[in-house]
């Protein structure tokens, strides 16, 4: 029997998990309590959403044009790692966009350091083009010092005071009229009235604060606020997102931040164009000098010579000459424009400055080469604006110019050594129709050598002209290097989300009050309510006796032809125990684990109730060791008892030992009588089975207040004689741990027919108020007994707390 116990409890024990019902049982009694901690966190909710600052997206798309200007030399060199790829080059432009240098253009651009606002009860209304009053300070003022607060009143909408606060300084000014300067050891303040086109805040409130900061800070601000990103990897288009506080400065930023990007590539396109015309000015300055000069001697030499026409013979000579000779003016103009080029490209002060290009020059190759160069130089600028010289990408980047440096000189040297040999044939060749002019005058030949003169520094002077036009219109036709795709377009609000905060709020709400009634249940290591016991022992349970009001100096509260609470308590332990009985066993053992959990006051109650039933019972105090009978039924210590038959059984009359009680003639009480030195020996005697063969024959019923089984062992002892044994435990008293006792020794069958008694049950506790229907008895709905009411003796009765 005892094994198959032992298996059920240890296969219910597996099985058995949470109680959710009962928890959520729990959670109702204290659902004011929940109720209140969600409206609490609800209206946090509420005050914290006052005190945040909205925040808005706005976003934009914009087209960043990568065209390749290299053209098939471009793609070679990029082949051999001398130019970055498209890629790059895009990945380059989202960071110049993104760049602290072009966002601190920005901000100082639209005045970005500088933010106006309201004070308010929660929060500061910030106000963008809205203020009656614009506060400005020169951004290297606002760089140094760092931070300042302006507090403007006005009076009858007019600006009134200044306030300035730096650095715990601080200097007031009254404002008589607008515009006004206010200068003070933190720096310069102009305070001007707002443009006329913007809608400002009405009615103007009493004070307006403006907050200056230092624009590298403010730009380090917006740079944390603004996203930039690829829309996708096949395509050039940047995806712009900031957010902002208000979205009609996000929209502001945006357009402004691709203008500037604009203007700042712009500007780096048109370098070489720039370079390219102050080199053809220069050169038409000097030829249109050369030019007047040789003008001027001609007409002088006519004047003087008086030459009126060209004899025909030596007219063909000289025209066969004269072409010679403009070739090699040609050639020598050629060779100057590359001597230059070579001056220039050798300079160290050009190092890393663009080549004129476009100037006149008839080789292609060098042309070309020149130009490539150019575009390398641009590339370089351009990625040394977000990095420094120690770049990898920049140093890679000087090698190519240095590789290509020597290209571009090599080419001039191949062109230079082109055009001396030209220069040596066409010399042969002047010299040879120079031969058949000699017989000409003088002064012909003079005067045509100054016609040829003046031909060539015309020609070459209208050349210069035209190739300035071209490079004019070069200057003027710069396209944009991004093109917005999407305007900038508010995206709506994005922090903070009223849904998702009393969302939050409603679930910390019910969580919190949830959580403590769940931890508090975890930290309860004593028993409170029949269901504690009913998760720690399979045990039945025969009945649970609520703590009472009443106080007398009698532990008796069951009486005669009563129907009060605590009469309808024990009789329906009483029908359990019955039920629990088997034909002929009579014999009902009382014990505890400890002492003070009302053993002895159960065991005399139920007593009191079968004797008013009219069953003739017997309580027998086999606590010997500490008897407590005695203090319930007001006996005297110095009563024999039960240990004087056990010590003599052969001269002690038992039956004459056992004394009718005051509560009912039914009702007999065999004390513990003198305590002994050896209890547990006495108990262990065949004596006690003989003394209880006799009880059983003259008594219906046989109690047996034995002492607590945790603490000795006479009661495993005594259980030998019992037919049901009653385990008292009390709430808010006995530790559940000490239920592993009773398992264990209804597993090993110690204890016959064991059951449990749940006494102590407060009635006052939310876990129990509404305990088993208690309440409908009226005012006896709540009882107290045992400590708490003086009943009782040595195991919880007659001590105070």
Wanted: charged share 20%; glycine share 6%; net charge negative.
């Amino acid at each position: 029997m005892a094994e198959e116990t032992k298996n059920y409890l240890l296969e219910e024990e597996g099985t058995s998990g949470f109680d959710y019902k009962a928890f959520l049982i729990k959670l109702l009694m204290y659902w004011p309590w929940i109720l209140g901690s969600v409206a609490v966190f609800l209206i946090g909710a509420f005050f914290y959403l006052k005190t945040l600052t909205p925040l808005y997206t706005v976003s934009s798309s914009v087209l960043i044009k990568n065209e390749n200007k290299g053209g098939a030399n471009g793609s070679n060199l990029e082949d051999l790692g001398f130019v970055t790829s498209s890629t790059q080059s895009f990945d380059n432009e989202l960071e110049i966009l993104r760049s602290r240098t072009l966002i601190k253009k920005v901000v100082t651009a639209l005045d970005l350091y500088v933010s106006y606002s309201v004070p308010d009860q929660f929060r500061d209304t910030e106000l963008y083009k809205q203020s009656p009053v614009k506060v400005w300070v020169t951004p290297e003022e606002a760089e140094r010092m760092g931070y300042a607060q302006v507090k403007m009143s006005f009076r009858n909408q007019q600006l009134h005071e200044v306030l300035v606060e730096h650095e715990g300084q601080e200097w007031k000014k009254t404002v008589e009229s607008l515009p006004a300067v206010f200068s003070t050891p933190a720096g310069v303040f102009t305070f001007s009235a707002a443009d006329s086109t913007l809608q400002t805040i009405q009615p103007v409130p009493e004070v307006i604060q403006a907050t200056v900061i230092s624009p590298n800070a403010a730009a380090a601000s917006y740079r944390n606020r603004l996203a930039v990103s690829p829309s996708s990897k096949s395509t050039t288009i940047a995806q712009l997102t900031f957010t902002s506080s208000q979205e009609s400065r996000g929209v502001d930023f945006l357009n402004k931040l691709v203008e500037l990007y604009n203007e700042e590539g712009n500007n780096d396109k048109n370098e070489v164009a720039a370079k390219t015309a102050e080199f053809i000015d220069e050169r038409i300055r000097i030829i249109n000098k050369e030019l007047g000069t040789t003008e001027s001697q001609l007409a002088s030499f006519k004047q003087q010579a008086g030459v009126v026409d060209i004899a025909a013979d030596a007219s063909q000579a000289a025209t066969e000459q004269a072409g010679y000779e403009r070739a090699y003016a040609e050639n020598e103009v050629q060779i100057s424009l590359v001597n230059h080029l070579k001056n220039h490209i050798l300079s160290e002060k050009s190092q890393y400055e663009v080549i004129p290009a476009n100037i006149g020059l008839n080789n292609s190759d060098l042309n070309t080469v020149v130009q490539n160069y150019n575009q390398m130089l641009i590339e370089r600028k351009r990625l040394l604006r977000t990095s420094h010289e120690d770049n990898p990408a920049v140093q890679s980047l000087n090698a190519s110019i240095d590789v290509m440096r020597n290209s571009v000189m090599a080419a001039i040297q191949t062109a230079e050594k082109g055009l001396l040999i030209n220069r040596q044939a066409l010399q042969a060749q002047t010299r040879k129709f120079a031969g058949k002019v000699s017989d000409a005058p003088v002064q012909e030949k003079e005067y045509l050598s100054m016609s040829r003169q003046q031909e060539i520094q015309a020609n070459l002077y209208l050349m210069l002209l035209q190739k300035r036009e071209e490079n004019n219109i070069t200057l003027a036709s710069t396209a944009n290097n991004a093109r917005v795709i999407d305007e900038p377009l508010a995206g709506g609000q994005i922090f903070p989300t009223p849904s998702q905060t009393y969302m939050v709020a409603f679930v910390l709400g019910l969580a919190l009050p949830i959580g403590l009634i769940f931890f508090w249940g975890l930290l309860q290591f004593k028993i409170q309510t029949r269901g504690d016991v009913e998760k720690i022992t399979h045990l039945p349970i025969v009945g649970d006796i609520p703590l009472t009001p009443e106080t007398s100096e009698s532990a008796i509260v069951v009486r005669e032809n009563r129907n009060e609470l605590m009469e309808e308590v024990f009789r329906s332990v009483r029908t359990n125990i019955q039920y629990m009985l088997q034909e002929g066993q009579k014999v009902i053992l009382f014990t505890s684990t400890t002492s003070g959990e009302g053993k002895s006051f159960n065991a005399g109650n139920l007593a009191c109730s079968f004797a008013f039933m009219g069953k003739k019972v017997v309580i027998v105090g086999l606590d010997i060791r500490k008897p407590g009978l005695n203090k319930v039924f007001h006996l005297s210590h110095k009563e024999a008892g039960i240990s004087q038959y056990l010590s003599d059984p052969e001269h002690t009359d038992l039956l004459s030992l056992c004394q009718v009680s005051t509560v009912s003639p039914n009702l007999y009480i065999l004390p513990g009588g003198t305590i002994p030195p050896n209890p547990t020996e006495l108990v262990a005697r065949q004596a006690l089975d003989d003394a209880i063969q006799q009880l059983k024959a003259h008594f219906d019923y046989v109690i047996l207040d034995t002492a607590p089984i945790g603490m000795v062992t006479d009661t495993q002892l005594i259980a030998r004689v019992a037919d049901l044994s009653v385990y008292v435990c009390r709430s808010n008293y006995t530790a559940k741990s000490e239920f592993k006792l009773i398992n264990e020794l209804q597993q090993d069958g110690k204890l016959p027919h064991l059951c449990v008694l749940i006494n102590g049950i407060d009635m006052n506790k939310r876990e129990t108020g509404s305990y088993y229907g208690y309440g409908k008895y009226g005012k006896y709905g709540h009882y107290g007994y045992g400590k708490k009411y003086g009943y009782g003796y040595g195991y919880g009765y007659g001590q105070k707390k």
